[in-house]
């Protein structure tokens, strides 16, 4: 018994030397014993949260940026400084890749000189250049507001009420860096409006009403790695706006998803946000090696009718699932799921077949001397990059999550599709856009756009994504809390009344359901042990 006490005293003496440079992480509160620790670690964690935007062209981004800084000054009494605009680190960096960038009267011109900017500068000092300049910013901003403390030589940072807006990223490694620095606390909101209107907004702007698509259709998809990717990004959002109307709108659909962030007050999901959770979740079903696809259909009355997910489809109906397909023959457990993982070769059947069209068709023309010069397959495979070739897809295996979703109420025989709406994570592909149609859905919506789609192309008399056309399917994009925030966004962390009655939490005091501990792990493992320790030795 002397023995173990006097080893608990050595591992207290050395805790509490260990100790003495995370002590000051902690403020001592008078508080029962009992919460002491709770007190202390809930101290260290952040109350700084970061937005992010990101949006096309024309969307209004810049003013969702100013709508979300004044909400948050007035409403939630949080420090805002100056908007942290990407556009102003093109423009000063601008001389170091040897462009000049146009006077802001000349929009269209103005924009492309900004894209050339953006472009070479992130291919000359790597793909997330200005996200970086975007971390620097924040560091200094914190410095001037006493953001930290220094102990032991050590720069330790301090819990404040302040936000950070960034307007606005385009390429998908500003969104890698700054999620891989801010984690929890960064906040993505994807602005966007219909092109018929960002269009429109363009051309009164000041923007050459012949240029105004060849800017949209840049800043959608440029130049692999370096350039605009901003469809690429988007999708990554945690809330979407659909910036289409008057400023009132926006207002209103700012402020509720801030209520949602900071927990102020009560809101459950629109039918929207329940019915595209749905399609999320059925989602994750899918094996496909190319992409997870899931859909949900809704009746006009906002019952869940079907889901559905892409994969094989398995004899009897359905699509094979995970462990269903189990059976025992003679003592040895039989696995006859036949998903393209674990079936012949294991290969994307699509993706094999289109290559060997590819290779078919570059032979062909290399022994038919198509040729002026000698010339590789490798250079014409190469050349034929790029093309429709490219955008093959009906040599999957697997059945689309939209058309699964539609089979499924067929094999059920329960409900009517007529005037029903149909909710996919991705934008549907031109057969099953038909097949839709047909169906009798009355409006699609859609997270992720998908580029080898020629749904309008091939069925614009039946389908539109102009939002007041009632003679055709609409097809739109979701407005919303994104699907992997449903069940933070939505579940009650929180008491919601006290003594019968309603308990509305202070928007001045309130934290964001973002949070994150401000010191590493290893920080807190020294606390937990120290009291601890001080408890039982």
Same mark, same amino acid.
């Given at each position: 018994?002397?023995?173990? *006490?006097?080893?608990?005293?050595? %591992?207290?003496?050395?805790?509490?030397? #260990?100790?003495?440079?995370?002590?000051?992480?902690?403020?001592?509160?008078?508080?029962?014993?009992?919460?002491?620790?709770?007190?202390?670690?809930?101290?260290?964690?952040?109350?700084?949260?970061?937005?992010?935007?990101?949006?096309?062209?024309?969307?209004?981004?810049?003013?969702?940026?100013?709508?979300?800084?004044?909400?948050?000054?007035?409403?939630?009494?949080?420090?805002?400084?100056?908007?942290?605009?990407?556009?102003?680190?093109? $423009?000063?960096?601008?001389?170091?890749?040897?462009?000049?960038?146009?006077? #802001?009267?000349?929009?269209?011109?103005?924009?492309?000189?900004?894209?050339?900017?953006?472009?070479?500068?992130?291919? &000359?000092?790597?793909?997330?250049?200005?996200?970086?300049? /975007?971390?620097?910013?924040?560091?200094?901003?914190?410095?001037?507001?006493?953001?930290?403390?220094?102990? $032991?030589? =050590?720069?330790?940072?301090? !819990?404040?009420?302040?936000?950070?807006?960034? @307007?606005?990223?385009?390429?998908?490694?500003?969104?890698?860096?700054?999620?891989?620095?801010?984690? @929890?606390?960064?906040?993505?909101?994807?602005?966007?409006?219909?092109?018929?209107?960002?269009?429109?907004?363009?051309?009164?702007?000041?923007?050459?009403?012949?240029?105004?698509?060849?800017?949209?259709?840049?800043?959608?998809?440029?130049? !692999?790695?370096?350039?605009?990717?901003?469809?690429?990004?988007?999708?990554?959002?945690?809330?979407?706006?659909?910036?289409?109307?008057?400023?009132?709108?926006?207002?209103? &659909?700012?402020?509720?998803?801030?209520?949602?962030?900071?927990?102020?007050?009560?809101?459950?999901?629109?039918?929207?946000? +329940? $019915?595209?959770?749905?399609?999320?979740?059925?989602?994750?079903?899918?094996?496909?090696?190319?992409?997870?696809?899931? /859909?949900?259909?809704?009746?006009?009355?906002?019952?869940?009718?079907?889901?559905?997910?892409?994969?094989?489809?398995?004899?009897?109906?359905?699509?094979?699932?995970?462990?269903?397909?189990?059976?025992?023959?003679?003592?040895?457990?039989?696995?006859?799921?036949?998903?393209?993982?674990?079936?012949?070769?294991? %290969?994307?059947?699509?993706?094999?077949?289109?290559?060997?069209?590819?290779?078919?068709?570059?032979?062909?023309?290399?022994?038919?001397?198509?040729?002026? &010069?000698?010339?590789?397959?490798?250079?014409?495979? *190469?050349?034929?990059?790029?093309?429709?070739?490219?955008?093959? %897809?009906?040599?999957?295996?697997?059945?689309?999550?939209?058309?699964?979703?539609?089979?499924?109420?067929?094999?059920?025989?329960?409900?009517?599709?007529?005037?029903?709406?149909?909710?996919?994570?991705?934008?549907?592909?031109?057969?099953?856009?038909?097949?839709?149609?047909?169906?009798?859905?009355? =409006?699609?919506?859609?997270?992720?756009?998908?580029?080898?789609?020629?749904?309008?192309?091939?069925?614009? @008399?039946?389908?539109?994504?102009?939002?007041?056309?009632?003679?055709?399917?609409?097809? *739109?994009?979701?407005?919303?809390? $994104? !699907?992997?925030?449903?069940?933070?966004?939505?579940?009650?962390?929180? @008491?919601?009344? +006290?003594?019968?009655?309603?308990?509305?939490?202070?928007? =001045?005091?309130?934290?964001?359901?973002?949070?994150?501990?401000?010191?590493?792990?290893?920080?807190? =493992?020294?606390?937990?042990?120290?009291?601890?320790?001080?408890?039982?030795?």
């Amino acid at each position: 018994m002397t023995h173990q *006490r006097n080893t608990r005293q050595v %591992i207290k003496k050395w805790w509490s030397v #260990r100790m003495l440079k995370s002590a000051p992480l902690f403020t001592e509160k008078e508080t029962p014993e009992t919460n002491h620790l709770a007190n202390n670690l809930s101290d260290r964690m952040s109350q700084e949260i970061i937005f992010v935007l990101v949006g096309p062209v024309g969307s209004g981004v810049s003013t969702t940026a100013e709508k979300i800084r004044s909400i948050l000054q007035s409403q939630f009494k949080y420090t805002v400084p100056e908007i942290i605009r990407m556009s102003e680190f093109i $423009a000063n960096d601008a001389n170091k890749v040897s462009i000049t960038v146009a006077e #802001r009267d000349k929009l269209d011109r103005y924009i492309t000189t900004m894209q050339d900017a953006g472009n070479k500068l992130r291919e &000359k000092f790597g793909a997330n250049y200005l996200a970086a300049r /975007a971390v620097e910013k924040i560091v200094n901003i914190r410095e001037k507001n006493s953001g930290y403390s220094e102990s $032991a030589g =050590e720069r330790i940072i301090q !819990p404040k009420r302040i936000a950070y807006i960034i @307007d606005s990223i385009k390429n998908i490694e500003e969104y890698k860096l700054l999620k891989q620095v801010y984690g @929890d606390i960064l906040v993505l909101f994807g602005v966007f409006a219909p092109d018929q209107l960002r269009e429109k907004r363009l051309s009164s702007n000041g923007a050459a009403s012949s240029e105004t698509k060849n800017i949209i259709d840049r800043d959608q998809a440029d130049i !692999p790695t370096f350039g605009q990717m901003t469809r690429k990004t988007f999708i990554e959002s945690d809330f979407y706006i659909c910036n289409d109307q008057k400023l009132e709108e926006l207002d209103r &659909k700012v402020r509720r998803l801030l209520d949602i962030i900071f927990d102020v007050n009560i809101h459950t999901p629109t039918r929207a946000e +329940s $019915a595209m959770y749905e399609a999320e979740a059925a989602a994750m079903n899918s094996a496909c090696m190319s992409r997870q696809v899931g /859909a949900s259909i809704v009746s006009d009355s906002g019952e869940l009718i079907a889901i559905g997910w892409n994969d094989v489809p398995k004899f009897g109906g359905g699509l094979y699932n995970e462990g269903d397909q189990m059976t025992m023959k003679e003592g040895k457990i039989i696995d006859s799921d036949n998903r393209c993982f674990k079936y012949k070769g294991n %290969i994307c059947h699509n993706e094999i077949k289109r290559r060997g069209i590819i290779e078919k068709v570059v032979e062909k023309m290399i022994s038919g001397k198509l040729f002026k &010069k000698e010339i590789g397959k490798s250079d014409v495979i *190469r050349i034929l990059s790029g093309t429709e070739i490219d955008s093959i %897809i009906e040599y999957s295996r697997s059945i689309h999550a939209e058309m699964e979703a539609i089979l499924s109420v067929a094999r059920e025989g329960k409900n009517s599709l007529l005037k029903s709406t149909m909710y996919t994570t991705t934008y549907p592909c031109h057969n099953c856009a038909r097949h839709i149609v047909a169906a009798g859905i009355k =409006e699609v919506v859609y997270i992720q756009p998908y580029q080898k789609s020629l749904a309008i192309e091939l069925h614009g @008399d039946a389908i539109s994504e102009l939002q007041d056309d009632t003679g055709r399917v609409i097809f *739109r994009q979701y407005d919303g809390v $994104a !699907p992997r925030n449903f069940i933070r966004a939505f579940k009650s962390v929180r @008491d919601r009344k +006290s003594n019968g009655r309603l308990a509305r939490p202070n928007s =001045e005091t309130a934290y964001p359901i973002f949070r994150t501990q401000l010191d590493s792990f290893s920080k807190y =493992e020294d606390k937990v042990v120290a009291d601890l320790l001080a408890k039982v030795v």
